[in-house]
């Protein structure tokens, strides 16, 4: 199977189908510039087929045996699992993402999809008492109905199933809309796993088009009750705004600007190791990574010393190289973005320890310090191989510089002492923080989401279970209730 030629369509209601848009998305290799797929994109009327499909199909998943639906989810398993390789492949070519990234990748999606399998059968009612003599109070956890996913190009096949997956186990639907820079990795491919795993048709649809086409529509929709969205902050600020204003919840895991801290005790090897690792895994294309390491002013020298050595040694080139350690960013837009906000930061008086230079999509790592504090590129995402080096003197002001940002999602703190370094972890405000490890963490059973701009909302475990399902109470008298009037 060509993946980019056999699932470069819309999936509607368990059919392959060529888009009715007047336009087309292409879908190319960030690395060499090579065509992949042409995909001509849905129409609002579309949107509408796919959303009823799965409006219909719903209902008759929904009462279907937990533990007849669970046999999907393992099919689904057994074919990532046999596939994996193809898959891996498919994300080198779409993403541009290294080998290490892809497999890390795949890994991590087939963890997601053991924990779906258990959540087919994790929701349980319960019964509560009551003030009142006879009355029997049921609590019933139901699925939402259907769930509109839209999703980002970094990490398209995780970050889909990890909405998907649940959200099928759990008796929903689901329509996804995967970024345009990842038409098949995010959507065909998740598509044609669950076909081949036996999902009926109609529960998973998937959508490749474009807000220039569709306009809200995707969100507005009166059928969805529930949308999931990964993206910037930017688009989830619109997403938010437009779901609430329809009633309908959203889960929002949205940008970062994650601060990686090093304390004076800390083993400043590893550290730079971790920092190496949580600003450059994927090119830094990652929502937790960190934009920020801040190191304590005893060790600066030291780390510094050591930091720049082990960036300055990364290898940027074709991702298919084993020896690679940065690949492309996604296209020549963010390259020229990552340029621009270097050349910016320099002009503001940073210092660049390391500069990296720019060759098509291929930016190689840059390492700046020096920044003044009230600096616009400290508050903000950097969604590539760039790293600002800040230096503090003691714990109170690595805590008011790890705070001094509009995002919270992720963290890290270094240290010898591990209750310490818990200590200071309990002080950031983020949603997330690792004592001892890199900022780039997910995990099935934990849950996941940020704080301040970095959304709202969480997934993962039971944190999954409250955002695809909704509680609806029964109550039963048993005996006559003597009523006022």
Known sequence: MSFFTDLAHQYIDGEWRTGSGSWDIIDFNPYNGEKLAVITVATRDEVDQAYRAAERAQRTWAETNPYARRLVFERALRIIEAREDEIAEAIIDELGGTRLKARYEVHLAMEFMREAIQLAV??????????????????????????????????????????????????????????????????????KVFE??????????????????????????????????????????????????????????????????????????????????????????????????????????????????????????????????????????QAEALTNLVDQAVAEGAKALVRGRTRGNLVEPTVLAGLPEDSPVLRQEIFGPVVLLMAFDGEEEAVRLANDSPYGLSGAVHSADVERGVRFARRVVTGMIHVNDSTIQDEPLVAFGGEKYSGLGRLNGDATVEAFTTQKWISVQHGRTRFPF
């Not at 049921?138 to 939402?144: A, D, E, H, Q």
């Not at 109905?145 to 199933?161: A, D, K, R, S």
Request: charged content about 20%; proline content about 7%; some cysteine.
């Open 122 to 191: 994790r929701p349980e009612g319960r019964i509560l008492p009551s003030p009142v003599d006879g009355k029997e109070n049921r609590v019933y956890r139901l699925p939402v109905g259907v769930v509109g996913v839209i999703t980002p190009y970094n990490f398209p096949f995780l970050v889909t199933l990890k909405s998907v997956a649940p959200a099928l186990a759990l008796g929903n639907a689901v329509v996804v809309k995967p970024n345009q820079n990842t038409p098949v990795v995010g959507g065909g491919l998740i598509a």
């Open 196 to 333: 081949d795993a036996g999902l009926p048709a109609g529960l998973l649809n998937v959508l490749v088009t474009d807000i220039a086409e569709i306009g809200d529509a995707l969100i507005e929709h009166p059928v969805p009750r529930v949308i999931s969205f990964a993206g910037s902050d930017r688009v989830g600020r619109h997403v938010g705004a437009v779901a609430g204003s329809h009633f309908k919840r959203a889960v929002l895991e949205l940008s970062g600007n994650s601060a990686l801290v090093v304390l004076d005790d800390a083993d400043i090897d590893y550290a730079v190791e971790a920092a190496v690792f949580s600003r450059f895994v994927y090119q830094g294309q990652v929502c937790m990574a960190a934009n920020r390491i801040l190191v304590d002013r005893s060790v600066e020298a030291e780390f510094t010393e050591k930091f720049t050595a082990r960036v300055a040694s990364l290898v940027t080139g074709d991702p298919r190289d084993p020896a690679t350690h940065i690949g492309p960013v996604i296209n020549n837009f």
